[in-house]
């Protein structure tokens, strides 16, 4: 098999993600170029009062790592976005707690048809993977890691990437609501009725997960609450990310942080 691999390397070398170059390091899925037009750091900035952190600011080689992800089903391009994810989660410095709980944002039901997949979904599933490599490599202890998806979309909605700033706010203003089934696991409560939800909910999302095996409880006591990790792709006009912190806040609950794999400078705190 590896023999096979060596020879479609060489008849079909890699090529860059972002501009279809040559690659000049096999351990990359982006060109020398591409590499150092990205700036990679911990960034951060504050959006409608939660605190937000990512590793990249928007540009066009990240664009085209998106779009490949979001609109191909790039396992590729979703992997490298994961894992800086990851990393700004990581690089946050919160004091999180025994489970962290993350909440993509949703996709409309015409663009997961379209696509056949659901793009928020599973870029969390992927960072949820890079999560338990870091954890592993760096011998961190263990968390409960939760994927969920408690925000619905009330209403259709027009494809954001034709609308200015002022037109994405306006077409995403009430367009959540909190799904009130996935109430008690939000809360962190130990009842039969939240172990009714997390089942339904692990049917439908593959929700339960661990981080380097079980959780510690010495280290995290099981009485903290869960911490509310909201997750997206992009952030260009905080239109998308500021709704789902409504729709959250209106339920009573408080996102502690927002995790983007890449923000436009304008947004970020310098």
Not at 142 to 158: E, F, N, W, Y
Not at 225 to 237: A, E, G, H, N
Request: glycine share 8%; hydrophobic share 40%.
């Amino acid at each position: 098999m590896s023999l096979l691999s060596g020879l479609a390397s060489l008849l079909f070398p890699p090529l860059c993600l972002s501009c279809g170059g040559d690659l000049a390091n096999g351990q990359s899925v982006l060109c020398l170029r591409c590499e150092r037009a990205i700036s990679e750091k911990n960034y951060q900035g504050i959006i409608n009062g939660v605190p937000f952190y990512t590793r990249l600011t928007y540009g066009l080689e990240i664009s085209q790592l998106v779009l490949l992800a979001k609109e191909e089903n790039n396992r590729a391009a979703r992997k490298y976005l994961a894992r800086r994810l990851a990393c700004a989660l990581t690089d946050s410095g919160g004091e999180i707690g025994a489970k962290i709980i993350l909440i993509p944002a949703p996709s409309t039901r015409a663009a997961t048809r379209a696509r056949g997949f659901e793009h928020g979904l599973l870029l969390a599933r992927s960072m949820r993977s890079e999560l338990a490599y870091i954890s592993r490599s760096e011998r961190r202890a263990g968390v409960d890691l939760i994927i969920v998806q408690p925000l619905k979309l009330t209403r259709a909605l027009q494809d954001q990437s034709l609308l200015n700033p002022a037109q994405r706010m306006a077409n995403l203003q009430g367009a959540y609501r909190f799904d009130a089934n996935f109430r008690a696991l939000l809360e962190g409560e130990r009842s039969s009725r939240e172990g009714r939800v997390a089942e339904r909910a692990r049917l439908d999302l593959d929700v339960d997960l661990y981080l380097n095996g079980a959780a510690d409880q010495k280290a995290h006591p099981a009485a903290r609450r869960p911490y509310l990790v909201l997750v997206d792709d992009v952030m260009t006009s905080g239109a998308t990310m500021g709704e789902g912190i409504r729709a959250l806040r209106s339920a009573g609950f408080e996102p502690d942080i927002a995790i983007l794999a890449c923000v436009s400078p304008r947004l970020i705190s310098q």
